[in-house]
């Protein structure tokens, strides 16, 4: 079965670049979030869409913003990264209207040096 | 502040027998509690859930039970293998973020 895809899998930026993060939903998944795991922690969540509006907001900062497109592939963009940034990046999708479980990729990796 | 707390950071388990897997959550206006397996270097693999309407849910050798009185839910996995080694986040919902506890690190002894 088709599962979320992520890329890249690995990026490494140094302090102040921007980073962007892509996420391709299970096909006919409508809705997208975004979660943080630094290490030793539980994912943290930071923003969701569903059907191309954001339909939640957590803990992202302002330097993040995201969107999600036609196609229903989202992208997360983070400016000004900040060594704390570096982390593992998930995405998960799931139909928003009618699934509470949430199907996650295998996430980015970030290192900010 | 930690609205799902998962207190034992790990758990050993010989092959065969039970694990029980805790968890224990602040906010009374989750509805929804799922769990999820994660391997190193691999996004969390959902496993089973459980609306706050019923007490019980079972798949397999998985089980998962809700107490909302004492706001608490356990993991049974009957009979654990060694494939089952890995660690198991909780998670909480009450709309569309997922909160989750901070994990336990399962290990299942041949």
């Known amino acids: 079965a088709a599962g979320v895809i992520q890329s890249p899998r690995h990026l490494i930026k140094e302090k102040r670049e921007t980073a962007t993060l892509k996420c391709y939903p299970i096909p006919r998944h409508d809705t997208v979030y975004w979660y943080q795991q630094g290490p030793g922690q539980d994912p943290q969540f930071l923003i969701s869409?569903?059907?191309?509006?954001?339909?939640d907001k957590g803990s992202i900062p302002d330097r993040f913003s995201a969107q999600q497109f036609s196609d229903y592939h989202s992208e997360l963009n983070m400016s000004s990264l900040e060594l704390g940034d570096s982390a593992l990046y998930f995405c998960a999708s799931n139909r928003g209207a009618s699934s509470y479980e949430q199907y996650f990729g295998p996430g980015t990796r970030l290192t900010v040096t | 502040d930690q609205q799902v707390k998962q207190n034992s950071p790990s758990l050993s388990v010989q092959e065969g027998r039970i694990s029980i897997l805790n968890c224990d959550y602040t906010n009374s206006m989750f509805d929804y509690f799922l769990w999820y397996k994660k391997y190193p270097a691999e996004g969390p693999t959902f496993l089973i859930s459980i609306s706050s309407i019923k007490d019980k849910n079972e798949d397999g050798r998985f089980t998962v039970f809700l107490n909302k009185s004492a706001k608490h839910l356990s993991l049974h996995i009957v009979p654990s293998q060694p494939g089952d080694s890995a660690v198991y986040f909780c998670a909480a919902t009450s709309g569309y973020a997922l909160n989750f506890g901070k994990g336990t690190s399962l290990l299942v002894t041949p």
């Open positions: 869409f569903y059907e191309k509006m954001q339909s």
